[in-house]
């Protein structure tokens, strides 16, 4: 891959409602056209979490345009190559995903689901705010690495290590 490459990636979560939106949101702001984000679930809720989307706002970043969509969509016939594809979920994680083309370079990125919080507004509030800074971490470690410079593995092994960042278990 040279400097001048674009790259798409492709961030996955069971419902698309919360998490994978997030990340999606951010890459794309954050990428500044180097990266072209988009995001999926293997059994989406339909609708985008509103709290995702007022946590982009938050973060001045593009907060319209999201849907919740099922990754079906990206298997298909003339959806974009990825070369990227990271879950950000254990359930998605876990599942057995359709065949992408391309041999995109695979991550988990789990991050807690912030739509899974019960308690006040505040609490709910924190949450995705934890979840969108975990994210954003991560993205702003993604877009240090030389990626040109990198064989495939030692890329993947990157990405890996990222994915431990923010506290969570090896």
């Known amino acids: 891959m040279s400097p001048d490459t674009h790259y798409n990636a492709l961030f996955i979560c069971t419902g698309n409602s919360a998490r994978s939106i997030l990340a999606e949101g951010i890459l794309n702001a954050l990428g500044q056209g180097r990266f072209h984000a988009y995001s999926a679930g293997s059994q989406p809720k339909g609708e985008v979490h509103p709290l995702a989307l007022a946590t982009l706002e938050r973060l001045r970043m593009p907060a319209a345009g999201y849907r919740s969509k099922s990754w079906d969509e990206f298997a298909a016939p003339g959806a974009p190559v990825f070369d990227f594809i990271f ?8 599942e057995a995903c359709p065949f992408w083309p391309g041999q995109p370079v695979t991550a988990h990125w789990g991050v807690p689901d912030p739509a899974a919080v019960e308690g006040t507004e505040s609490q709910r509030l924190k949450a995705f705010q934890d979840a969108a800074l975990t994210l954003r971490k991560r993205i702003d470690l993604l877009l ?24 969570e278990p090896a």
């Open 87 to 94: 879950t950000v979920c254990d359930n998605a994680a876990g």
């Open 144 to 167: 240090a690495l030389p990626i040109h410079q990198l064989d495939a593995l030692s890329l993947q092994r990157a990405l890996q290590d990222i994915g431990r960042q923010s506290g």
